[in-house]
């Protein structure tokens, strides 16, 4: 029983890992808009911007936003699942002379690439909600194990619906329910045509 779960698990991984090489393979992805979003750019040069320092980015694309944290003081971590958004993310942070480290990694296995932290800020832009739910705790788990006293956690994700899956998504209720030690400061709806949300974790402080 538990053996045929195991095996459905590896094949949802798998799947999800495919579908994205592809994207990757076919071109520019969509979501790929080299735009940093507004919500990010509150929190970096917005009052009360938080003071620049160590930020890990969990799925990072093609190094946008990557990029745009660098030119703004912070000490960039950046992984992706994907080497083909990897190699242009490194070639974004090249060619706009930005000194950020970009690992092919699995976000749920962070341990894998070592990155012992601390990080005072994490930033996920729709990985989070697309990652299967098996292994969501793991993701948890490492972002947590990572954090500084009082880091935050700014995500953008999509509810569930968005996609033609029974799987993919994030509520705040999940989010409040896998992320023991952090409060969920703020649930922003979105502006997509689906349900979206940016949700703003604060880890306990020391
Ligand atoms: C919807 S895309 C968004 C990319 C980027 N944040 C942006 O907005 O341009 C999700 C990204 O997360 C990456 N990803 C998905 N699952 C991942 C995982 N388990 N670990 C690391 N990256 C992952 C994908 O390869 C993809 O680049």
Same mark, same amino acid.
């Given at each position: 029983?538990?053996?045929?779960?195991?095996?459905?698990?590896? #094949?949802?991984? =798998?799947?999800?890992?495919?579908?994205?090489?592809?994207?990757?393979?076919?071109?520019? *992805?969509?979501? #790929?808009?080299?735009?940093?979003?507004?919500?990010?750019?509150?929190?970096?040069?917005?009052?009360?911007?938080?003071?620049?320092?160590?930020?890990?980015?969990?799925? !990072?694309?093609?190094?946008?936003?990557?990029?745009?944290? @660098?030119?703004?003081?912070?000490? %960039?971590?950046?992984?992706?699942?994907?080497?083909?958004?990897?190699?242009?993310?490194?070639?974004?942070?090249?060619?706009?002379?930005?000194?950020?480290?970009?690992? !092919? =990694?699995?976000?749920?296995?962070?341990?894998? %690439?070592?990155?012992?932290?601390?990080?005072?800020?994490?930033?996920?832009?729709? !990985?989070? !909600?697309?990652?299967? *739910?098996?292994?969501?705790?793991?993701?948890?788990?490492?972002?947590?194990?990572? @954090? =500084?006293?009082?880091?935050?956690?700014?995500?953008?994700?999509?509810?569930?619906? =968005?996609?033609?899956?029974?799987?993919?998504?994030?509520?705040?209720?999940?989010?409040?329910?896998?992320?023991?030690?952090?409060?969920?400061?703020?649930?922003?709806?979105?502006?997509?045509?689906?349900?979206?949300?940016?949700?703003?974790?604060?880890?306990?402080?020391?």
């Amino acid at each position: 029983m538990s053996e045929t779960r195991t095996a459905a698990e590896l #094949d949802q991984e =798998a799947f999800v890992r495919g579908v994205l090489e592809d994207f990757y393979r076919d071109g520019k *992805p969509p979501w #790929d808009s080299g735009i940093t979003p507004p919500e990010l750019v509150a929190l970096i040069e917005g009052p009360g911007a938080l003071t620049a320092g160590r930020v890990l980015e969990l799925g !990072c694309g093609t190094g946008t936003n990557a990029v745009y944290l @660098a030119q703004h003081g912070w000490q %960039v971590t950046a992984v992706d699942l994907v080497d083909r958004a990897v190699q242009q993310a490194r070639e974004k942070a090249a060619a706009a002379g930005s000194d950020v480290t970009v690992l !092919c =990694a699995d976000a749920t296995r962070l341990d894998e %690439v070592g990155l012992p932290g601390p990080y005072d800020l994490f930033f996920d832009l729709s !990985c989070y !909600c697309g990652i299967p *739910p098996h292994r969501r705790d793991a993701y948890t788990a490492g972002v947590t194990k990572r @954090a =500084a006293p009082d880091a935050r956690l700014l995500m953008f994700g999509y509810g569930p619906g =968005a996609f033609d899956d029974s799987w993919s998504g994030v509520t705040a209720d999940e989010l409040s329910a896998r992320f023991a030690g952090w409060q969920l400061a703020d649930v922003t709806p979105g502006t997509n045509p689906v349900p979206t949300f940016w949700f703003t974790l604060r880890r306990a402080a020391a």
